[in-house]
């Protein structure tokens, strides 16, 4: 198993709290996350998963599944 790694996704749509469990399960159901934490107040979306088991793009798909479009963010 590789090595987990932290992921910072940023979305500009995140407008209210009730966004931000439906995202969590959403990322928390691919395989290999082991953490995930939205921030809808400031747009960050940080996940902690093996790269192994679940690509960045995985993690931007996951997300918008749920309605939101998210981009990897370096910050």
Known sequence: MSQAMKTVLRSDELSCPSC???????????PGVEKAAVRF?????????????????????AVRSTGYEARPSAF
């Open 20 to 30: 931000v469990p439906k995202i969590e399960k959403a990322l928390n159901a691919l």
């Open 41 to 61: 107040n400031t747009g960050k979306i940080e996940v902690e998963h093996d790269p192994s088991q679940s690509s960045v793009e995985a993690l931007v798909e």
